[in-house]
């Protein structure tokens, strides 16, 4: 009886993180870079009431036994890496990666992060830094007089200046790819870390042999979230909270019958 | 105790591990690859049946569950390393102490080449060794009947398992079976691997609900039933031992 009310209520927990996580995929739907996350659940351990295998008489065993469950948890929820649609910005300085891999930003604490929005900014000093200001790495700087910058597929990027007709090379966007992207840690603001479940980091150009994507200019990559796809997963989670409280009402009912049969 | 009070208060019993069961399914709806309980009702026959005197006991019990291994929809999650299996079958893992057995096809690549369950179990091959990739962070492709590839090159092939009787597994929690009884595996023959697919729970839960419905109503009946036999009881010590 309390393992019935136990375990609905581990469903009703397991429906909350799982609406969260919805929450939180349609509030980044616009989210420049962003990858959803998806949910997963494990069943929780089982309790033996009758070992497989016991005598059930002194003829025959009990080929299975009885196995009663205690629930569900969250597991973890995992990222998905799909890619999103492109949108053209004519933004200079606008990239997306097509494929696999992220850019490198050196976050102010000295640490790197890793991240899939490639929306640049140039700094007071002409440096290459994502929309929170922070470098891309390796550093590339663009003198202020430039009058057009490009950005080639392999990461080469190149400016023109005023009166010069042959375009000079500012440096090379290098990549990070993970041997477990799904393993990194969201830092927010669209920044992702290392840690051990990703493994460590593979660099190299874009469109090298490496695996790693090559970069489009004057575009950024959209959010993967599908709306339709978060609302039909709501519905779903909604409808299975419904019928876990359900349980934890019957359960409360069949007690409260247990109770009231001492008059 | 009387008779009827005790076989009521076993129906009542039952009733309340067919919830336990019901519980547990309702509150997996969301777990990959997870397969419902339902119970196995039978009747405890006292030992005095074998004297053909004696007016044996009989008592409503639950003797087993027994796992519902139908197939559960796949759903598209456009993450490569989301295998749907679709027939009979289990993928194999390297548990801490022995394979385990799911049906739950999320994996994760590992920084040492293996794709690992959650848990950091690896998937086995063919030969019952942990799957080795080529290269860790390369796409993988998966045909359906389990051979594994990147860039062209084959990995190997994934081991799908089945059991003639696949009720001897036991669920060992975390979307894991282990083999309790020692029975040999068998290769099953219809077994195919969607990539890119989740294989979602097959608990109904509108199934759930009728059933709840059903556990709760004769729950109960077997109340009431307690009930009356307290009456009777009453009735007849108040009114049958009664000097006028």
């Known amino acids: ?263 | 105790m009387d008779q009827i009070s005790l076989i009521a208060a076993s129906g009542m019993r039952a009733n309340l591990q067919s919830l336990d069961l019901l519980a547990n399914n309702m509150a997996n709806t969301s777990t990959n690859g997870y397969k419902g309980d339902s119970e196995f009702h039978t009747v405890f026959v006292s030992e005095a049946a074998d004297e053909s005197d004696v007016e044996p006991t009989t008592l409503p019990m639950i003797e087993r569950h027994w796992t519902d291994f139908s197939q559960g929809t796949l759903e598209p999650t456009s993450n490569p390393l989301d295998f749907g299996l679709t027939g009979k079958g289990f993928f194999a893992v390297q548990g801490p102490s022995g394979t385990l057995y799911t049906r739950n096809g999320s994996f994760q690549m590992s920084s040492s080449g293996t794709l690992n369950t959650r848990d950091g179990y690896p998937l086995l091959d063919q030969n019952g060794q942990p799957l080795k990739l080529l290269k860790p962070g390369a796409p993988v492709v998966v045909s359906p009947d389990g051979t594994v590839q990147q860039d062209g090159q084959p990995v190997g092939k994934l081991q799908f398992v089945d059991f003639k009787e696949p009720g001897a597994l036991l669920k060992h929690g975390g979307n894991y079976f282990e083999n309790s009884t020692g029975a040999k595996p068998v290769t099953p023959d219809s077994a195919t691997v969607a990539q890119g697919k989740v294989e979602t729970s097959n608990v109904n839960a509108a199934h759930g609900a009728v059933r709840l419905v059903n556990v709760m109503r004769q729950f109960e009946v077997m109340q009431k039933a307690i009930s009356i036999a307290n009456e009777m009881g009453r009735e007849a010590i108040e009114q049958v031992a009664k000097i006028s």
């Open chain 1, 1 to 263: 009886m309390i393992r019935a009310l136990f375990s609905a209520a581990s469903g009703m927990n397991a429906q909350q993180t799982n609406l969260e996580n919805i929450a939180n995929n349609i509030a980044n739907a616009n989210t420049t870079g962003f990858k959803a996350r998806r949910a997963q659940f494990q069943d929780l351990l089982y309790q033996n009431m009758i070992q497989p295998g016991a005598a059930a008489s002194q003829q025959s065993t009990v080929p299975t036994g009885l196995q009663l469950g205690l629930g569900t948890r969250a597991v973890s929820n995992e990222v998905n890496f799909a890619q999103g649609d492109f949108s053209e910005t004519d933004n200079p300085l606008d990239v997306v990666i097509q494929g696999h891999g992220f850019f490198q930003i050196r976050q102010t604490n000295g640490d790197l992060a890793y991240t899939k929005a490639g929306s640049f900014h140039l700094s007071a000093t002409g440096q290459l830094v994502d929309g929170s200001g922070n470098l891309l790495d390796p550093p590339i700087t663009i003198p202020a007089n430039a009058i057009s910058t490009t950005i080639a597929a392999d990461g080469t990027v190149s400016f023109t200046l005023p009166g010069q007709p042959a375009a000079q090379q500012a440096g090379q966007i290098q990549l990070a790819n993970f041997p477990n992207p799904a393993g990194l840690n969201s830092l927010g603001s669209n920044l992702y870390a290392q840690t051990d479940a990703s493994g460590a980091p593979v660099v190299g150009a874009p469109g090298s042999s490496d695996g790693l994507g090559s970069l489009l200019q004057g575009y950024l990559e959209q959010s993967n979230v599908s709306i339709v796809q978060e609302f039909v997963n709501m519905i779903v989670s909604q409808r299975a909270y419904e019928a876990n409280s359900k349980v934890v009402k019957a359960a409360d009912d069949m007690y409260q019958q247990a109770n009231n049969l001492k008059q």
